[in-house]
């Protein structure tokens, strides 16, 4: 071996070797635990986005909205939060098929999220005032920051023949797409979303986490095609039981109703008042978090963080 | 084999791969855990590449992480310029001579490793991560014969990026 050869293999060994001493057994429980912390997002928002759609779409068939046909109608923007239990029993993610096996994404259409330092900077991007709280629990760290996003959107194609072919390639049987429903366009738009987080750096946090999130309300339009389809379709996919599909056909008013899912066993949900709004408070029995939603003048508020429910509806309740 | 059974035999693998490139532990164990999440998602834990998956894997998110964590820190340069000096929390963190260096000697290692081709950063974070040759082979998809060569190009282009970066 040349030296140079060896030198290279010399610093490589000083830059690259060494041991770690890893757990596994406590990082398989980490693992466990991560898979049932609160998660708003664990069923992907085109989802909700879609199921939302889906509820609503009944609506229209009812109505003489549906008689406008192919034109782009909104179908939906929260003004109310309902609770839908998602449960391990209700819903089987495994078996969810994944979306483009019947139907295209669009391509998500997305500002660039701004890093500002101020509230003031903020809300002159966003073009709303950002409020802010005037009380944050002690043992979340003093220094915040902001995101603001003008825009997020995306948008799914029904087809027909996707879902043919994938159900043939993975040998599983889809629920046959009415012939009404290709071609359907459903898009979810949101923002401008202005988002403000204390403990947070890139995708992890240090300790306590506190988080708001004002945004103009999202927005689900659709091209309208064969609407009661579109619920049943969507309903009948496997790993979503009939007591999940009951309890989203089961929403008040689905054109202005988020369901919002959450895990009745571990989790709680229960109707709240924030600054004389109605909201939607989601608690974690384990204290892994809590979290609390709802909407005023065409806004969309969200608190949650790693903190009790009391803290985290404190919070709400001190922006100003 | 269940799920618990590839996490159990394959985790301090998949963390030391990760930690070659990503430079410490505390990040490598999340980039194993993400790396986990998509194969549960994805495989049944019996299928036969699952062991050359998670470290190819591995390797792969643990390059997007430092990607994102570069243009991370330059966003949160900007930012401490922008608040200036007066930031306490920034100050405490930047202070100790030590995290100084042990951030500096992170940065150089990772900034080398994204400038590497793919694959041979691939096969240093694999070697170092404590793979066998044959291991690497399989994993890599190249002739075993061949893994000595691929170590002793990607040790010398690995020297130079360093230098490279170092006097940058």
């Not at chain 1, 993610?93 to 998500?108: K, Q, S």
């Not at chain 1, 012939?179 to 202005?194: F, H």
């Not at chain 2, 995290?99 to 500096?104: G, H």
């Amino acid at each position: 071996m040349s030296d140079r050869t060896e030198d290279d293999a010399a610093l490589c060994e000083r830059l690259l070797g060494g041991e770690e001493h890893i757990d596994a057994r406590q990082a398989f429980a980490r693992f466990q635990a991560r898979r049932v912390e609160p998660r708003f997002a664990k069923i992907p928002f085109v989802w909700v986005g879609a199921l939302a759609a889906a509820v609503v779409i009944v609506l229209l068939v009812t109505t003489p909205l549906g008689s406008l046909g192919q034109s782009f109608l909104t179908i939906f923007q929260p003004k109310a939060f309902a609770p839908i239990n998602v449960s391990a029993l209700h819903l089987r993610a495994r078996l969810l098929p994944n979306l483009d096996e019947f139907g295209t994404l669009g391509r998500p259409r997305s500002s660039k999220p701004k890093d500002v330092v101020s509230a003031a900077a903020a809300s002159r991007i966003a073009g709303f005032r950002a409020l802010v709280p005037a009380v944050v629990p002690s043992q979340v760290p003093t220094t915040s920051r902001f995101v603001v996003n003008l825009l997020a959107e995306e948008s799914f194609r029904f087809s027909a023949a996707k879902a043919r072919a994938s159900a043939a390639r993975k040998k599983r049987a889809l629920p046959e797409m009415p012939a009404r429903l290709d071609g359907t366009m459903v898009t979810a738009s949101i923002g401008p979303t202005i988002v403000q987080t204390w403990g947070v750096r890139g995708k992890r946090s240090d300790g306590p986490v506190l988080v708001v999130v004002q945004s103009v309300a999202p927005v689900v339009r659709s091209t309208g095609a064969t609407l009661g389809e579109l619920e049943s379709y969507l309903l009948s996919m496997p790993g979503i039981s009939a007591e999940l599909a009951s309890q989203i056909r089961a929403i008040g008013d689905p054109s202005s109703t988020l369901p919002v899912p959450f895990e009745a066993t571990k989790q709680t949900a229960q109707s709240v008042n924030v600054d004389g709004a109605s909201g939607l408070a989601i608690g974690d029995n384990t204290g892994l978090g809590a979290g609390v939603m709802w909407e005023k003048d065409g806004k969309l508020y969200a608190v949650f963080g790693t903190l009790t429910q009391d803290e985290v509806l404190g919070v709400a309740n001190s922006l100003r | 084999m269940t799920f618990e059974d590839v996490f159990l035999r394959e985790y301090g693998r998949v963390v030391s791969v990760a930690r070659r490139i990503v430079g410490d532990v505390a990040t490598a164990e999340d980039v194993a855990q993400e790396v986990f999440e998509a194969f549960a998602r994805r495989f049944d834990p019996n299928a036969a590449h699952a062991s050359g998956w998670l470290y190819l894997a591995a390797a792969r998110n643990a390059l997007n992480e430092v990607r994102r964590r570069r243009r991370s820190d330059l966003r949160e340069r900007h930012e401490f310029a922008l608040r200036g000096a007066s930031d306490a929390a920034h100050q405490r963190e930047m202070d100790p001579q030590r995290t100084i260096e042990r951030e500096e000697v992170r940065r150089l290692v990772g900034a080398a490793m994204l400038r590497l081709p793919e694959r041979l950063a691939t096969v240093l974070a694999l070697k170092y991560g404590g793979l066998s040759y044959r291991e690497i082979a399989f994993t890599v998809g190249i002739p075993e014969a061949h893994v000595g060569t691929y170590v002793v190009r990607a040790q010398r282009a690995f020297r130079k990026e360093i230098e490279d970066v170092g006097s940058y």
